[in-house]
């Protein structure tokens, strides 16, 4: 009756299950253990009418022209680009670290002579990771470097990963560069905003399709059994179709090679009978505070037409997999990926059997590189018959 199995309807199990069932014509069959599709991306709007982003701000952002036209098929975007500030002391600075930074905390001249040298070494518009500007020997960018990391990195990486920068994988910091330019855009691609009406409107017409049937508030782990032989069941019969899981993959297992290490976050959702409460889309706490950002949604999201405005506040905390926890981030290192690498060899029994998405590898996506390997493997999945 399926030709596929989706596991999950996030970013991966969304824009993989639509263009299986278009392009390939495919009967797909989603299963969605949560109350709704659009994974963590899921948007709603709150009890005053606010669109909130009930697992955390989420943007996309794009330079891959393919994915852009692809989600554009199923969403109007309200373009705008994100902007971030670090509160420190009595002042928010922008982030990443930029000129315009670099102009507020030092006075003009030693500020002129800084940014000459910055541009000397690394060149006009480069972006260089704060673990890389560590290294540099010369004093005026180790005073720098240490500027940024001290006030931007150190205390914020603490909460939000329960490690220091040094610690953690070079490639999260490296997330939000240095950059050697006056632009104060969080991120540099040339697409960049947030669906118009949502998130999860979005995906929702994008699995709205004859041949998608999904199910929500089923855990495929129930319904499903995956056998030691290698064989996939789906309601007591064998399934000989494709799966696609989008889900932990240490929980399909059954924990058999430990819990894969995650980082989670608590959010506070709170809401001021008042047009603005910081006037800023997202501000990061770098230096003090529990929390490491507060989000305020009218300037995420652009919503105009709404009294009052709601914020949410992230305290992020280590994931145990107790009831209502969520793993959002992977922890990458060595023991870990180890850890994972176990599970990908067990589950290589399991034949038309395919791991995607933040869960599934264990990996630290963006929503368009993830929706990139989805239709990817689409393709692949249709060009094996
Ligand atoms: N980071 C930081 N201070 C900041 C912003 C980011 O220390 O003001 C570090 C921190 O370790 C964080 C990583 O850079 O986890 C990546 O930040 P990003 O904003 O990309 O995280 P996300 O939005 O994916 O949670």
Known sequence: MYDVIVIGSGVAGSVVARKLAEEGKK????????????????????????????????IFHTNDEGVYEYFSRFAKWHMFRHEVVAKVGDQLIPVPFNLNTLHM??????????????????????????????ENQDQDIQEIAKYVHDNIFLKYTMKQWGQTPEEISPEVTGRVPVVISYDNGYFKDEYQGVPVGGFTLMFQKMLNHPNIEIRVG?????????????????????????????????????LKYGRLPY???????????????QGHAVVNYTVSEDFTRITEFKYL??????????????????????????????ILNEDNLAQYAKYV???????????????AEYKYYNIDAMARKALDMADEIMGEE
């Open 345 to 359: 060899e067990e589950s290589k029994k399991f034949k038309k059997f395919r791991l995607l998405g933040r869960l």
């Open 27 to 58: 009967h797909v069959l989603v299963l969605e253990r949560r109350t709704h599709v659009a994974g963590n991306c899921f948007d709603k709007f709150d009890e005053d009418d606010v669109l909130v982003h009930v697992y955390g701000p989420h």
């Open 218 to 254: 089923v855990d495929a782990l129930e319904e499903m059994s995956f056998e030691e032989d290698g064989t996939i069941c789906f309601e007591k019969k064998e399934f000989k179709g494709d799966v696609i899981y989008t889900g932990a993959l240490d929980e399909l297992f059954e």
């Open 263 to 277: 980082r989670s976050l608590d959010f506070k959702f709170e809401h001021f009978d008042k047009e603005d409460y």
């Open 301 to 330: 999201t652009g919503q105009e037409d709404v009294k009052g405005t709601t914020i949410v506040k992230e305290y992020p905390f280590a994931y145990e997999g107790k009831e209502g926890q969520i793993p959002y981030y992977a």
């Open 105 to 134: 905390i030092y006075g003009k001249e030693k500020a002129d002579a800084l940014e000459q040298k910055l541009i000397k070494e690394y060149g006009q518009g480069s972006r260089v990771p704060i673990m890389k500007l560590m």
